[in-house]
Nanobody, 126 residues
Framework: QVPLVESGGGLVQAGGSLRLSCPNSERTFSMVAMGWFRQSPGKEREFVAAINWSGRSTGYADSVKGRFSISRDSTKNTVYLQMNSLKPEDTAVYYC???????????????????WGQGTQVTVSS
């Protein structure tokens, strides 16, 4: 069983919104930091947002601050990424990831996330 499965991607016009979801099947993931990353064609995967186990501590890439919001619902074992005011440059495959190295804190470093979903495509048209 795949532990992380993203959903909620799609095609949206610039200025629109999408909410990505990442339910997980591993109960242990409810006690660790979770993150969202993205990869555009021809570019390396980059950090988008992260959240600690309780949801009280979050971090964002400068490019999405003020537009994106990460949250988690422990009752549903699900992490969300609310994306508002989307821009064409937000077009990418978005990945959910879990880091067992962090609990009270979080990381923006890709290599510190051991568990990854398969990604969901987000396309923003101009």
């Amino acid at each position: 069983q795949v532990p992380l499965v993203e959903s909620g991607g799609g095609l949206v016009q610039a200025g629109g919104s999408l909410r990505l979801s990442c339910p997980n099947s591993e109960r242990t993931f409810s006690m660790v930091a979770m993150g969202w990353f993205r990869q555009s064609p021809g570019k390396e995967r980059e950090f988008v947002a992260a959240i600690n186990w309780s949801g009280r501590s979050t971090g964002y890439a400068d490019s999405v601050k003020g537009r994106f919001s990460i949250s988690r619902d422990s009752t549903k074992n699900t992490v969300y990424l609310q994306m508002n005011s989307l821009k064409p440059e937000d077009t990418a495959v978005y990945y959910c990831a879990a880091s067992t190295l962090y609990s009270d804190n979080y990381s923006s470093r890709e290599y510190e996330y051991a568990y990854w979903g398969q990604g969901t495509q987000v396309t923003v048209s101009s």
